[in-house]
């Protein structure tokens, strides 16, 4: 079996068959979890290296333009599919060696598994895979997506309204002063005629409201926005498959 020396330089290197036919592009080598020893070729294969396969590692070797193993690109392109997330589970390497025709021994992970064991009874519904059922949930998996819900605008107008005020302002009036005839004032009431037609004009002044508009800056506003946070509920109905024993199986 190839070692972690031997296949350093495997990735990226293309994968051939026995009859030296072309497979595909080795993504990568897969571990075993526990000797940490290459077990697993991940290989591109498909239109364009879209789809992901798995080959078993431990005939595989080096040839002068690439890597070769034992299997055609029909086994390889067929084998079950597995998640490419960088561990096989157990009951994935266990399908895949099903497939291979390789004996694949003995696993102990969260359970032990028995190389090479047959099951116990027969499935009745189909072909007989193995010796248990596989019971699966659905779950909700909720994602967002942003989508337009309004839009706000500023917009400005003029309007008109009545203003009124009070202003001071000030006028000139008359007002007819008499005084008697004194030694002071003698002199200016002697000076002209002894009888005579006389006129005085005084000119009068008054300030009126001057009314006059200027533009003046009272405030800014923009608009800005701000994000709030809310909890949402969602609510949506999920299947989940429930495995009973009937008939005997309940006696020991």
């Excluded at 080959?55 to 070769?68: K, L, R």
């Excluded at 949402?232 to 999920?238: I, K």
């Excluded at 009937?246 to 020991?252: I, M, Q, S, V």
């Amino acid at each position: 079996m190839p070692t972690i020396q031997d296949v350093q330089t495997w990735k990226g290197q293309t994968l051939h068959g026995p009859d030296n036919d072309k497979i595909g592009e080795i993504a990568d080598v897969y571990l075993d979890r526990q000797s940490g020893e290459p077990e697993w070729l991940a290989v591109k294969t498909g239109m364009f290296g879209s789809s992901l396969s798995f080959v078993p590692i431990q005939d595989a070797a080096t040839s002068g333009d690439g890597v070769t193993v034992p299997y055609d690109k029909a086994k390889v392109k067929d084998a079950p599919n597995a998640e490419a997330d960088g561990e096989l589970s157990p009951e994935e390497e266990q399908r895949l060696y099903q497939h291979y025709g390789v004996s694949w021994g003995e696993f102990d992970y969260d359970r032990e598994y028995q190389g090479d064991r047959e099951p116990v009874g027969r499935d009745t519904s189909g072909p007989t895979t193995d010796e248990a059922m596989t019971r699966s949930e659905e779950e909700l998996a909720v994602g967002k997506t942003s989508r337009e819900t309004g839009r706000a605008r500023l917009r400005k107008f003029v309007t008109t309204e009545q203003v009124q005020t009070t202003v001071p302002v000030q006028r000139e009036q008359v007002r007819v002063e008499r005084e008697p005839i004194t030694d002071a004032n003698v002199g200016n009431a002697m000076d002209g005629p002894a009888i005579s037609e006389e006129e005085h004009e005084v000119t009068l002044h008054a300030e009126e409201p001057v009314v006059e508009k200027r533009v003046v800056p009272k405030e800014r506003v923009r608009l800005d926005k701000e994000t709030v946070v809310e909890d949402r509920t969602v609510t949506d109905e999920v299947r989940k498959e429930q495995i009973e024993a009937e008939g005997d199986a309940g006696r020991r």
